[in-house]
């Protein structure tokens, strides 16, 4: 992330500067959109959770430390803002059965990709985070440990029992590859 | 189900995502959420105070629920 940042701008941010916070977001949103596009998985919702999390920033910013990384800090809030996005939706899926997906003729990898989606999306959020950065992102434990702000033991606790639940899951679905 | 078949599996069921930047400016919500003025009735206070009571009585009623929140959070 660019975090080179002007202290002044910074700063200026904190008091409730609207224009200096409009420049921060011109700086970071691209990156804060990959980021949570990461975790999301989906254009529409990575552009919602982008407008709450700098929403979420603006309203927190008394406690944004100026002499701190503002790119971290974005990325935590990101990061919770995603989590919390991921929280609301789980209830729904639940409910959703594979057959609710199809919709006419389907082939069978995408139906399976449907049932596989659904089977995720049933994780606890903390678990479908880092599930996704791990298997999906190909990250290591030290780097999402660093990007999340964790021990590299959650890490490997959360990965473990997201494979375990997705398993258990996918084997509930009658998926046994 | 090796972890190597998960993986693939589960790349297969979220793709790489093919934007990396938002399709529209989104800066004028963003101004629209900071202006909009923050709503918090008294519906909103009684849901809160009545959600916190059903949590503290039913983990007062079942200590072990406490291990099936934590797990949920």
Redesign the interface.
Known sequence: MPDELDHELLKRFVEGD?DAF?SL??QF??EV??WV??IV?D?GI??DV???A??RA??GRAHFDPSRSFGAWMRRIATNSACDHLRMMRPRASWITIADGIEGPKSV?RV???S??LA?RKL?P?LQLV??LA??EGKSHAEIAEALHLPVGTVKSRLSRG?HG??KE?ARLG??? | MNEERLRSLLCSAFPKPESDKPSRDLWPSIVRRIEAPTAWSWIDTSVAVGAATGVAITLAVLPKALLLLAYHL
């Open positions: 609207q409009e977001f011109r949103e691209a959109y990959r596009m990461r998985r254009s990575a552009e982008l407008v709450e700098f929403w603006y309203r990898d399976q990709g449907e596989i989606a995720f606890p903390k599930t996704t298997l999906i494979v997705l398993r996918l998926i046994r590859p």
